[in-house]
């Protein structure tokens, strides 16, 4: 039955991953002007393309803990890992240990940037960077206190993960928790796109 409930359990998560790439595919889809996040900044333009190409990610602008800026496009060439999330989300909390493994895993060939949903109200600098130190994390943490990078991903749901290429291309998505496996998978494939 542990076996059943197992393969049962690996087969959604494919599917979570594989529903996720593809809606990524047809909601931002590429319309030929816009370049990756890797060379400028690119905002999703919204239509469809008819061959369903990987969506230029858009840059944005978050912030570390010394209040310093930081962009997406300042990681241009390396693959990253853009997760959203806040320290209240109970889904949030329960992927966190598995980002925290793959991010030191993968140190070194891929960029994790867990996004830290602060509105300042339910959510500040310091409820995040507490949670974080007390779970000890070793994940680079920013702070989205101007809600540019929420917007710029149409953030309406966290936890929600983006897998974007070398080559600045948001190549899948995943809405709700993750696990460690579901997490390499989208990592693998975010590897083999760029």
């Known amino acids: 039955m542990n076996k059943k409930k197992n393969l049962?359990?690996?087969?959604?998560?494919l599917a979570l991953l594989l529903g996720g790439a593809s809606a990524l595919y047809?909601?931002?889809?590429?319309?030929g002007t816009?370049?990756?996040?890797?060379?400028?900044?690119?905002?999703?333009?919204?239509?469809?393309?008819?061959?369903?190409?990987?969506?230029p990610a858009p840059d944005f602008t978050v912030y570390d803990i010394d209040g310093n800026a930081?962009?997406?496009?300042?990681?241009?060439?390396?693959?990253?890992?853009?997760n959203f999330w806040a320290s209240w989300c109970g889904p949030c909390k329960s992927e966190m240990p598995d980002f925290d493994q793959a991010a030191a895993a993968y140190d070194g060939q891929v960029q994790f940037l867990m996004v830290n949903l602060t509105d300042g109200a339910r959510?500040?600098?310091d409820s995040a960077t507490n949670?974080?130190?007390?779970q000890g994390f070793s994940f680079p943490v920013f702070y989205d206190t101007d809600t540019d990078a929420a917007m710029a991903y149409r953030v309406?749901?966290?936890?929600?993960?983006?897998?974007?290429?070398?080559?600045?291309?948001?190549?899948?998505?995943?809405v709700g928790a993750?696990?460690?496996?579901?997490?390499?998978?989208?990592?693998?494939?975010?590897l083999s796109e760029g």
């Not at 930081?70 to 890992?81: K, Q």
């Not at 974007?164 to 899948?172: E, F, K, P, Q, T």
């Open 26 to 31: 047809a909601r931002l889809g590429r319309d």
């Open 123 to 125: 959510e500040t600098v």
């Open 131 to 134: 949670y974080v130190t007390e």
């Open 156 to 174: 309406f749901s966290i936890p929600t993960t983006y897998f974007i290429d070398s080559d600045g291309y948001a190549v899948a998505r995943l």
């Open 8 to 13: 049962l359990l690996t087969l959604l998560a």
């Open 70 to 82: 930081v962009h997406l496009s300042d990681f241009a060439g390396t693959p990253v890992v853009l």
């Open 34 to 55: 816009a370049t990756p996040a890797a060379a400028q900044s690119a905002r999703p333009t919204g239509g469809e393309a008819a061959d369903h190409a990987p969506a």
């Open 178 to 190: 993750t696990d460690g496996e579901t997490l390499a998978q989208g990592i693998d494939l975010m």
